[in-house]
């Protein structure tokens, strides 16, 4: 099944609860080895919420350079990262809490 991106971001909207399991699952695909699949839920997450130009705004970093981390090519340094991780993280009001299994 394909989900077209305008989808992603109306349910983003609409479930906040939706929005906050897709920045867990980010978090979790980067540290279980598949950050090509985590920058593309990013992707859509801060196209949903802040957009990239608010994005760039809290970050202090260039849109472009923001839309090309969040590409399929991406390569973010973990500062990078970070940043994206924690402007979302604030904008969707949770915590990320991390446990190994």
């Known amino acids: 099944m394909v989900v077209s991106k305008q989808t992603v971001v109306e349910r983003v909207q609409r479930e906040p609860a939706f ?8 978090a979790s695909l980067f540290l279980n080895g598949d ?3 985590a920058r593309m839920i990013l992707r859509d997450l801060v196209n949903a919420t802040v957009g990239f130009e ?3 705004s809290a970050t202090k970093r260039p849109s ?13 340094s973990m500062d990078n990262l970070a940043a994206i991780f924690d402007v979302l993280r604030r904008n969707l009001k949770v915590d990320i809490k991390v446990r190994a299994a």
Do not use: I, V
């Not at 472009?64 to 973010?76: C, D, I, Q, V, Y």
């Open 35 to 37: 950050p090509a699949t």
């Open 64 to 76: 472009k350079s923001l839309h090309r981390m969040l590409s399929a090519s991406g390569n973010p």
């Open 54 to 56: 608010g994005l760039a």
């Open 19 to 26: 929005a906050r399991a897709l920045l867990g699952e980010a």
